[in-house]
């Protein structure tokens, strides 16, 4: 017998084994064929009503048109690694804060605004002479070079040179974390009409609020086992994964003829002088209008900060604790800033306009501080610090950002640049000697935080100036 002859017959488990190639109406006849196509096409409709579904959702959270549908997802992975890169590092910086203790933040905060003057000479340098798809990768991979330097020099330096560094990170963070910030606003500003952006700066800012979320759990589970220095290349890794993306965003979002005019437009050095940030904010009373209302912001924001990093240094003795608290702080104010982009950024945006949702932000902060004054407790301000903080990613980012879509696209990147900066170091600066002098007169923690009412009430005023002027410039441009 031949040692390759198949067998006559085949076991009966093996037999169905051998015919699982005929086809199923060979196999089993017509009908278990025309139950199978009715199974695939269930399937194939279920498929298709869950698509439809995730568009009806989709289309609740963003009003987005099919041309744009790119830009605004490029856009919002954009944000996520700014905003996840930056606060990965946000909680070392806050630490150090609070080692070095409130007595010499003062100090830190004036340096702090020396080195934004310089730092916005040289943007205005860098703008004037290139497109804005050359100068946006180079800002980024500058600073990513000095969260390199950073990283090495905490692994080499002596623990008295650390005391150092930490402060000298603390200045350049606080110098970065707004550059890397207005950058990518001023680039969505530019790319998108002033229309577009109260239709999609709220979904966009959502990417923002995910890259916070993952950035700040990042360093609340990693910070012990990794060390600080680790997490800098972390933050680094994802600003380049940000310089990258530039390249990817669509031109514009016109047809025809003007397509080529904008495409040009768009490759062009944005031009100016060196100082045409500064002179223009002070000859546009909108301009100046934004600029102080950053200063009233920043300035409350301080003496928040400040009250903040006082009762945390007393009430924390572990350096790794207090950073998880920061952290763990971070975590919830992004947790509650996306929950509010998600169901009601964009529709106050579209529904009520910019004046109502960007009053929203003083509004909370006057009662804020009346409740502080009242119960001067850690609980309490973390409570507050976490409602300001979100209220302002969720509500008044978003809204500020558009009044600048009205703007010429040189302002846009050169004032835009010194309004979110330097004004708002300025503002650092008056809170952070006027908290200390106001503590010299004998004004505790209630005290201070009574003051902000009538400073907030100004505050609010302009709000609503600037929205009004920004509903009138609005319509200037359609009109022209």
Known sequence: MRLNAKPKFLPRGRRKKHSSNVIPSEREGPHKLRKTSRK????FAAAQDDRVLMKKVFAKIVDVKPGEIRALWLGFAFNFMVLGGYYVIRPIRDEI???SGVEKLPWMFTATLVAMLIANALFSALVAG???RKFIPVAYRFFIANLVIFSVLMRVLTPAQEAWLGRTFFVWLSVANLFVVTVFWAFMT??????????????????GSLGAIIGGSITAWLVKPMGAANLLLVSAAMFEVAAQ?????PADFTRGQQASQHRRA????????????????????????LFAFIIFYTTTSTWAYFQQSDLAGHGFVDRAARTTFFANLDRTVNTLTL???FFLTGKLLKWLGVTPTLIIMPALSLIGFVVIGITPLLAVLAVFQVLRRATTFAFMRPAREVLFTVLRREDKYKAKSVIDT???????QLGAWSYPALSALGLGLRGISFTTVPIIAVWLAISLWLGRKQIALAGARRES
């Open 130 to 132: 290139m497109s804005r």
């Open 266 to 289: 768009e490759e062009a050095a944005i031009g100016g002088s060196l100082w045409s940030g500064i002179t223009h904010i002070f000859r546009s009373p909108y301009l100046f209008g």
């Open 40 to 43: 695939v096409e269930r399937s």
């Open 97 to 99: 804060g609070a080692f």
């Open 422 to 428: 330097f004004a708002y170091r300025v503002g650092d």
């Open 339 to 341: 929950l509010g982009q």
């Open 190 to 207: 530019d790319l998108f009409s002033n229309e577009q952006g109260k239709r999609l700066f709220g979904f966009i800012s959502i990417g």
């Open 245 to 249: 993306s530039v390249r990817f965003f």
